[in-house]
């Protein structure tokens, strides 16, 4: 574990805390404090962003840890989040169980469902692995889609979650479910990457033949991190079709899979804060090509009425190519060398 | 059994479509070891390039089709230098990844230049049907069936006597080595990426002719990796017998089980037979099976 010099742990329970400076509690309180505060400072456009944000974040986290740190390429999140979603879905409306019931429930159904997705990593990695993965995307949509529990393509309808009487209907009121949630995935999250399990992962990533001398059981710990991370997109897949109150299986294509894929790498694979830069720059590039595109297409009408889809790929794809070429361990890395610098200031190293 | 030969003789025209569209993936994956997402895009482009020359300029036919090839020629290179040589020496997946940046950049473009129409050009072709004992089949696309052929021998003529492809084979087996005996291992890059752009401009043009050029066509480059999986990423055999066996069990399965399950059949055969092929023989039907060291 690294740490900055001068820094002397006493007890163990220090060495090991997240949370390590009185500097970084305030830090952190004041930050939930003014989290909670949001929904009463901010505009309503805002809220609706976060809650967006909040969501994706728990899904490209799932994809953090099954790609970032076991190194298994899936380019199946979106299909799974679809599966999390349709069967929130099914608990809630077709089954008659409450949202708070279903929401762990999608997330292991999702998990289960992941391991099937996962099998084919047991016997092929690398590029074969993604192709398998938006094969399993194909195959799954293609499911949802025909099955008479799904609703075809019409989709599912969701009822707002409700709690003693009280209903979550606005985006300002689910605000304080999709954030807890978040706080609470993130915080799973960072403290499983340092434990047995993250570890294992990361020996995986690194090399898996390796990993198995070492006496690590692959099957397991392929399998285990498919599911954890389908456990993710199934909570957000939950989250998210309480929040637009329908399941469609139009939300979930195969570009929005290469979207977080990309969020991934522009914020830095094998990072937890990471998960968090890739995010919002992405989604901020979004909106901004939203703001921006029908400027364009004003002054330069060959562009057409509604550049705003292939302007917001380009853009993307722009990005993340720099990104590959320039920064290749993302944002999180920047983030790491800013702040050393600011720790050593005076100083150039 | 009169359904099952028309079925049998569709899919393999749409298979060797397919199997060209792979053979462009599987020529960039014998050399620089990077699997590319980005020859989908290179398609459209061609095809589009070739509309634009026989529609909107009004060029003879084979005017037309050496344009394209040019145009594509000259994406594929600019591709590899701008996108791809960056990226040499760091880990292969991150080339692979840039591919597939590459592919949305040119997939904003192509939107952007489409606007949400379709553009054919199959009525400036010679029209007509052919009757082959029982069946009948358009012309257009016994031509794009036999032309697929043809690129396929082309390709294998000029592996098998050319210099070039003589380095392009010793590429393939060990970068280091080739360039140790005088092969300049970027040319061959470069090369190989102007050959199998103008490869995929070809399976572009067949399968514009075929389904015009709408914003999905792209995306049948991801048929053509899948297919170039299942031969197995190494080899131009294997591209060619997979992507026949694959269109014809796209259309087998759907004539047979679309009654059975309510359509839609043909949009996930691909998929499901990838994955049964992956768990079976994880690298293709004829890809190299690699031994790995730690």
Not at chain 1, 268 to 273: E, F, L
């Amino acid at each position: 574990m690294w740490r900055p010099c001068g820094t002397f742990d006493e007890t163990y329970e220090k060495d090991m805390a997240i949370v390590r400076t009185p500097l970084r509690w305030a830090v952190l309180t004041a930050s939930l404090v003014l989290t909670v505060l949001l929904p009463v400072i901010l505009p309503y456009y805002f809220i609706s962003f976060i809650n967006n944000l909040a969501i994706t974040v728990i899904l490209v986290m799932g994809l953090q840890i099954v790609s970032g740190y076991c190194g298994q390429i899936s380019f199946g999140q979106a299909a799974f989040m679809a599966v999390g979603a349709y069967s929130a879905a099914i608990f809630t409306q077709k089954l008659g169980l409450s949202f708070w019931l279903a929401l762990p429930l999608s997330g292991i159904f999702t998990g289960l469902f992941g391991l099937i997705g996962g099998a084919p990593s047991l016997r092929i990695k690398g590029f074969y692995l993604a192709v398998a993965t938006i094969a399993v995307h194909f195959v799954t949509m293609w499911l949802i889609l025909h099955l008479e529990i799904t609703g075809r393509s019409h989709g599912l309808m969701v009822e707002p979650p409700s709690l003693a009487g009280f209903s979550f209907d606005t985006d300002e009121r689910m605000f304080y479910i999709i954030m807890p949630v978040m706080i609470l995935m993130t915080y799973g999250a960072r403290n499983l990457v340092r434990t047995k399990v993250g570890r294992a992962f990361v020996a995986v990533r690194d090399n898996d033949l390796a990993a198995q001398v070492m006496g690590i059981n692959l099957f397991y710990y392929k399998l285990l991190a498919f599911f954890i991370s389908c456990f993710y997109a199934g909570v957000a897949g939950c989250l998210w079709a309480h929040l637009t109150l329908v399941a469609h299986f139009e939300q979930f294509t195969l570009l929005h899979a290469l979207w977080y894929i990309g969020m991934l790498i522009v914020g830095g694979m094998g990072s937890v804060p990471g998960v968090f830069f890739g995010v919002i720059l992405i989604r901020i590039l979004d909106e901004l090509v939203m703001v921006v595109s029908p400027v364009l297409a004003a002054w330069f009408p060959w562009l057409g009425s509604a550049p705003a889809a292939g302007l917001g790929v380009t853009a993307f794809g722009l990005v993340l190519a720099l990104f590959l070429i320039w920064e290749p361990r993302g944002l999180a890395h920047r983030w790491e060398i800013l702040k050393a610098s600011l720790r050593l200031y005076p100083f150039a190293h | 059994m009169e359904g099952f030969l028309q079925l049998l003789m569709l899919g393999l025209m749409e298979g060797g479509l397919y199997a060209i569209v792979a053979a462009a993936i599987v020529l960039v994956f014998k050399s620089t070891h990077v699997v590319s997402l980005a020859h989908g895009q290179i398609m459209g482009f061609g095809a589009l390039a070739f509309w634009i020359g026989v529609v909107q300029l009004k060029l003879p036919l084979a005017l037309a089709l050496i344009g394209s090839l040019a145009f594509s020629a000259a994406m594929g290179w600019l591709i590899e230098r701008a996108a791809m040589r960056p990226l040499i020496g760091q880990p292969l997946f991150a080339s692979f990844l840039n591919t597939f940046a590459v592919f949305l950049v040119l997939d904003g473009i192509f939107q952007l230049i489409l606007k949400g129409e379709s553009y054919s050009f199959s009525a400036y072709l010679p029209k007509g049907n052919v009757s082959v004992g029982d069946f009948t089949l358009p012309i257009t696309q016994l031509v794009s069936f036999l032309g697929s052929l043809l690129v396929f021998l082309g390709l294998a003529l000029f592996y098998r006597w050319t210099k070039l492809g003589l380095g392009m084979r010793a590429t393939a087996e060990d970068h280091q080595l080739a360039q140790s005996t005088g092969i300049s291992v970027r040319g061959v890059f470069s090369a190989i990426w102007v050959l199998s752009s103008a490869t995929a401009t070809f399976a572009g043009l067949a399968l514009a002719n075929v389904t015009d050029i709408y914003y999905t066509l792209p995306y049948m480059g991801i048929k053509g990796l899948v297919v170039a999986l299942v031969g197995g990423l190494e080899s131009l055999p294997g591209a060619l017998l997979a992507g026949l066996l694959l269109g014809v069990l796209e259309n087998v399965s759907a004539g047979y089980l679309d009654p059975l399950v309510g359509g839609g059949i043909k949009e996930v055969a691909a998929y499901v037979l990838l994955l049964f092929v992956l768990l079976v023989k994880p690298y293709g039907l004829f890809g190299l099976v690699r031994i790995e060291r730690i």
